[in-house]
């Protein structure tokens, strides 16, 4: 009977190559090619997390105190919750959003909205607005094309910056252990073939 022709699987890279292989072989390559798929998306996940913590980071080198100029605001009718209470006076009620200029940053031609994280914090109802149009605030601005400003800075920056590249970091670790250990086992202590 004609015998079946013998599988070749080569490890080129670690100097290794089989010209009878065995079922055992076959499952430690299939770990070998299924191990480089993980360590290489754990490593293009985890530099793209370390390039937005980079990014964050200069982002955040560039806000500075500025003082900014109420350019004008939109006023938005209040929601109350009928528990709350029941008079009619709440349909008279408003919370207002501000845009702003920062002149000596920014220039005349661009207007900046408050940061969407902070637009909480001026919905309170009132029934009239508290700053007035050409009024002068003190502000937070960064970049001028991301067109926000924060009335009380960007502390939140440095942590996201941080987690970031934290994550990066592990991700690319905990890839990238398991893979450099699995082939120093194959190169140094496995050998294929019949045993």
């Known amino acids: 009977a004609a015998q079946p022709k013998a599988i070749t699987i080569s490890f080129r890279q670690f100097g290794i190559k089989c010209h009878k292989t065995t079922k055992i072989d076959c499952f430690v390559f299939t770990i070998w090619f299924l191990l480089m798929l993980v360590t ?9 997390h370390i390039g937005y913590g980079i990014h964050t980071f200069q982002h955040n080198e560039s806000i500075t105190h500025e003082i900014c100029t109420v350019a004008n605001y939109t006023r938005h009718a209040c929601l109350q919750l009928e ?5 009619n006076d709440t349909s008279a009620l408003y919370y207002y959003q501000y845009t702003v200029y920062a002149f000596s940053k920014c220039g005349d031609n661009s207007t900046l ?12 109802c009132d029934d009239d607005a508290y700053l007035k149009r050409q009024q002068e605030i003190r502000c937070f601005v960064g970049d001028c094309h991301h067109g926000e400003y924060s009335l009380v800075g960007y502390p939140d920056y440095i942590l996201l910056g941080k987690q970031d590249i934290e994550l990066g970091c592990i991700v690319m ?3 990238t252990i398991p893979f450099i250990t699995f082939v120093s086992w194959v190169y140094f202590c496995y050998r294929c073939g019949p045993k």
Not at 83 to 87: K, R
Request: glycine share 10%.
């Open 173 to 175: 670790i905990v890839t």
């Open 83 to 87: 528990t709350e209470t029941m008079s």
């Open 113 to 124: 909205s408050l940061r969407h994280s902070e637009q909480s914090i001026t919905t309170e």
């Open 40 to 48: 290489l998306f754990g490593v293009g996940y985890g530099l793209i």
